[in-house]
Structures are given as C-alpha cells and as structure tokens.
C-alpha cells in the first residue's frame, strides 16, 4: 500500500519562530504537494514539487518555501511563523493521496 | 481562475435517507471531478470521480456529473451513521496546471441513528 508520512504531527510554535514540516513517501512519486485545511476554507495548494529542486508556487505560497532534496521527501518551511498559518497541512501526492496531516498552533 | 463552492454547508439526515451533495465549477473546460471523504481528525480520502457526463454508481454511492450547467453531484443511498464526515468536492483542468486539484469548502454530513 502507497504511504505517505508526516512529521510532526501535532507542533506548537511561538510567532516568530521558525517551523519545518517534514513529508515522506515510498512510491517514488516525482509530483508531491502541500495543501493546508481551514474551516470553512477547504484545501487550498501552497506549493508542488515536480521533482528534486523543481518547485512551484500553488495558490497560496505567501509565508512559506519547501525543499526537495530527495524525491522521497518533501519539507514545508516556514520562516517567522504567523498567528494566520495556524492549521492542518497535508502532504499529499498524485491521486491525490494525503499523509495524516499535522496540526500547527502558532500562539 | 477555477472556483468550485459546495452546498449545502451542513445536512443532518436519519440513517436510512438517501443523501444528495452539490458541487459547482466555474471553468468549462475541467475534465476530472472526484469526490473525497474525511473523517473527524483524519486525511481526506478518495471516495468516487468520474471524466465524463453522467453517472457512475459504486455500491450506495453515485456520482452525478452536468459538466454543461457546471455542476456535479454525490448522492449516497441507505445512508450510515458511519457515513458522518466531511465531503469535499475537487475539479481539475488545465488551467488548473498539472494534477493540480482545486477543492470546495467542504459539506459537513451528519447521519443520526
């Protein structure tokens, strides 16, 4: 079975702090993705990644960069974490199949 | 840009209802429209899609789809309280760029015993 891994998956930040989400996959997917999941709001794509060091920007990239070092994984970065990036983000890739999310509290 | 809204928001039905879910899009030229599934505290989770007009049935669920008015459905017969979750609607099309899926706000269903 296709499997797609978070880490963290519950993280608590001060504002201002920096924030590294990590994602893992084993089907050697070239495409990954980030979403994010607000109430009210639905899922709505920060970035894509088409391969190693070949990333690009989804609709809401504001506030956020990734790297993709291997194509195995996928790291979203958030440098000086807002209030406003509290939420769910989920890593996802082609179909699309989702990883179980991580949950980010920035107080 | 794509825009896909949902409605209704929120439904409460009894078990046993048949359940209708609504998705609109506003690009003509989509080609895929999937339905997800998402259980409290859990990652969405591919329930049905469809390409082409009209239906497709799986079990008790059908996928509706009138891509001329813009709009696809799920309907979902004899429903469970194990039905209860979250449903969202999805559309891709090319000017939605490669694979890239564009998601609905969401339906909360809620199936009472």
């Known amino acids: 079975d296709m499997k797609v891994t978070q880490m963290p998956r519950y993280l608590i930040k001060r504002m201002g702090e920096n924030v590294l989400l990590e994602c893992g996959q084993d089907?050697?997917?070239?495409?990954m993705y980030w979403y994010r999941q607000d109430p009210g709001l639905g899922l709505q794509l920060i970035y894509i990644s088409y391969d190693v060091d070949s990333n690009s920007e989804g609709d809401i990239p504001k506030g956020y960069r990734v790297s993709r070092k291997k194509r195995e994984h996928f790291s979203l970065i958030l440098d000086s974490a807002k209030t406003n990036q509290t939420s769910v983000y989920f890593c996802?890739?082609?179909?699309?199949?989702f990883g179980p999310g991580t949950r980010l509290t920035v107080l | 840009q794509q825009k896909v809204q949902q409605s209704p928001e929120s439904l409460i039905v009894p078990e046993g209802a048949m359940t209708s879910l609504n998705c609109t899009f506003s690009?003509?030229?989509?080609?895929?429209f999937a339905w997800y599934r998402q259980h409290s505290g859990k990652a969405p989770k591919a329930l049905m899609s469809?390409?082409?007009?009209g239906e497709k049935e799986e079990g008790r669920f059908t996928i509706h789809l009138n891509k001329a008015s813009l709009h696809f459905s799920l309907h979902i017969r004899d429903s469970q309280p194990s039905d209860s979750a979250l449903y969202l609607c999805a559309v891709s099309s090319a000017s939605s760029g490669s694979w890239q899926l564009i998601f609905g706000s969401g339906t909360q269903l809620t199936v009472m015993p």
């Open positions: 469809i390409f082409s007009n």
């Open positions: 690009d003509s030229a989509s080609q895929y």
């Open positions: 089907m050697s997917h070239e495409t």
């Open positions: 996802a890739t082609p179909g699309p199949y």
